[in-house]
């Protein structure tokens, strides 16, 4: 197969995604399936390369490197990536750093220090974190200054909150591309070609369902966009619906080679009103993509590990019983949560785990329309999306999405993140280590004034309207986690590392125990692009410092009263808040002991850093 004159040979990557002593796993887009060379000059190498076509010019590659020897640890690691024998820095210069004639690596001995965050929407006006991570490696002058791993916490991708001009920029894509094209069972249009040509293609895509009385539930929920008065908005109109418009997504988040495909002119079939918020969502959308060469820069240079959370499938994602028996039930919104799934399945979950999703990447390879609904059905049924790294201490990343602990009496109360079944391997996973990183993309310990007002939304009936998911929420679920937590063979040092609520706070926890009290530190940093309303979460703040302080009554009627929580403070906190909002990156230092020694902010606009201190 040739690749047509005016396409690229590369759409997007290298990208370093798992890395240990003799294995790294590197992700790649390609408008033809390639044979690359990663050449180590330092190391012997042997080279494995999976292919899933996605499109007539669009294949995504892994390629699993395998090192004879043990890679040294703490040394700069220089690699290249050789297609047709020419290198990196032929085919994307954009990735090198000055003076640079290839990219490097780092294999560090302990995990020591990490990037963290999640919530990246290429429309929102801040900056995009990630920069964070391009300025930081720029810096670093010894092996030793860089970071172990960038964590990504979640909603590495929104598929259920897209801007006007990025829907025209995939659909423009996909057809330079030729992805692929699919049926869409239970829509008013029959293919993903009528959908992409319908008036209620963009800003409507609510009208795509037939107009029944049984689908009225499922177009609310599901397609409408929720207004959210105390947390956020969400706004369903432009969601994702084709396993290609998700593949278009993924490749123009991470590169900006695939922009240059691309043209953002507006539709002709828009309304007045369509066209005044799609020419205020344009700057933004273009302001993304201009610094995109950065970002996937970072990306080459450092092994990111990536766990979903809601937004990189659909918003509010089995959150209730009653959710999943809705959405399931229908066959297009089925289809639309498959298809999320499955670009996670290759853009994300195949570099964290190789070995545990292989079977499931064998079965995209054969994938046509005949067969895609049942390797949906398989996506939906897998239970293997968490993942950990034999790090020191260990890294173990939490599937808090799909193995839910659902109500039996009430459907409609939000689930538990976690069933007892995951919660008992994740136990097993945590026994006799002295410390561990436990990744939990929605905090396990979290602010407890707007837990509180999830929970009385939730008792009322609306748990939509407020994003009633966290720990605490489901007594069971929270109960167990508390018990692993104090079981006498499971670590002393517990730090979680979470985002998902567009604001930033370190809480330090004992949990009272006579027999084992562990010592846990809650890290949540979020918002790599996304921030809360500043206003509000300054209400937020200082309300709950009144009303949940160490000493108040109220703390006793929260699920934390076995607890003692003590928050550190922002360094840079102007009347005592100890939420900090603002897109960008969390940083993390660990001692020996797997304590967080030093926790950051790092500000997406370049600003100074914030630091959590104790008080």
């Known amino acids: 197969m040739t690749t047509p004159p005016e396409l690229p040979l590369v759409l997007a990557g290298p990208i370093l995604r798992r890395l240990e002593p003799q294995r790294l796993a590197i992700w790649l887009a390609a408008t033809q399936p390639l044979q690359p060379d990663v050449v180590f000059p330092s190391a012997e190498t042997k080279v494995e390369c999976q292919v899933v076509a996605v499109g007539q010019h669009a294949f995504i590659h892994l390629l699993e490197v395998r090192f004879e020897q043990p890679l040294p640890c703490d040394q700069w690691l220089d690699y290249d990536v050789l297609i047709n024998g020419e290198g990196i820095a032929s085919w994307a210069p954009h990735l090198l750093y000055p003076g640079q004639q290839r990219p490097n690596l780092v294999l560090r001995g302990r995990l020591d220090h990490l990037l963290h965050g999640s919530c990246r929407k290429p429309h929102h006006p801040a900056a995009d ?133 691309v043209h953002l002119d507006m539709p002709e079939s828009l309304d007045p009103a369509c066209r005044t918020r799609y020419q205020r969502e344009l700057p933004l959308v273009q302001g993304f993509a201009e610094r995109l060469g950065q970002v996937a820069r970072a990306m080459a240079h450092l092994p990111s590990l990536m766990i979903f959370d809601d937004h990189d499938i659909t918003d509010d994602w089995n959150l209730s019983a009653q959710w999943e028996h809705t959405a399931y039930g229908h066959p297009l919104s089925r289809r639309i949560i498959g298809n999320a799934l499955m670009g996670y399945l290759v853009c994300q979950g195949w570099g964290n785990d190789p070995d545990g999703c292989g079977p499931l990447i064998n079965r995209c390879q054969s994938m046509n329309a005949h067969n895609q609904d049942a390797l949906i059905g398989e996506l939906l049924r897998f239970q293997g999306w968490q993942f950990s790294l034999p790090t020191h201490p260990p890294l173990l990343v939490l599937d808090t999405r799909t193995r839910r602990w659902r109500s039996e009496g009430n459907p409609a109360r939000p689930s538990g993140l976690m069933d007892w079944e995951a919660l008992s391997e994740l136990q097993q996973a945590l026994l006799d280590h002295p410390s561990a990183v436990v990744v939990s993309p929605a905090p396990i310990f979290g602010v407890k004034l707007i837990e509180t007002v999830q929970k009385v939304f939730s008792t009322l009936g609306y748990p939509l309207l407020v994003d009633a998911e966290n720990w605490m929420a489901h007594r069971e679920a929270a109960q167990v986690i508390l018990n692993i937590f104090r079981h006498s063979r499971t670590p002393g040092h517990y730090v979680v590392l979470s985002g998902d609520v567009h604001y930033s706070f370190v809480y330090e926890v004992l949990i009272r125990d006579r027999q084992h009290s562990p010592h846990l530190w809650q890290v949540t940093s979020s918002g790599i692009k996304n921030e809360f309303p500043r206003r509000l979460l300054d209400v937020l703040d200082r309300l709950n410092r009144w009303l949940y302080a160490p000493r108040s009554p109220l703390n006793w009627f929260t699920s934390r009263r076995e607890m003692q929580v003590e928050p550190r403070t922002p360094n840079r906190s102007q009347a005592g808040e100890r939420l900090w909002n603002g897109a960008g990156l969390g940083q993390v230092f660990f001692n020996e002991q797997g304590r967080p020694a030093r926790v950051y902010q790092l500000d997406a606009g370049g600003g100074e850093a914030t630091e959590f201190e104790r008080r």
């Open 129 to 261: 974190g990630l920069l964070c991570a391009d300025r930081l490696l720029e810096r670093c002058t010894q092996p030793q200054d860089r970071p172990a791993v960038l964590m990504m916490t979640g909603d590495q991708v929104y598929a259920d909150d897209v801007a006007g001009p990025m829907l025209r920029a995939i659909h423009t894509l996909i057809e330079r591309l030729g992805l692929h094209d699919e049926q869409l069972d239970g829509a008013v249009v029959a293919d993903s070609q009528a959908l992409y040509r319908h008036p209620a293609s963009y800003y409507h895509r609510a009208h795509l369902l037939p107009a029944q009385a049984r689908n009225e539930n499922l177009r609310a929920r599901f397609f409408g966009g929720k207004r959210k008065p105390i947390f956020s908005s969400s706004n369903a109109d432009n969601h994702l619906v084709t396993f290609a418009e998700v593949m278009a997504m993924y490749l123009l988040v991470w590169s900006p080679v695939p922009w240059q495909l």
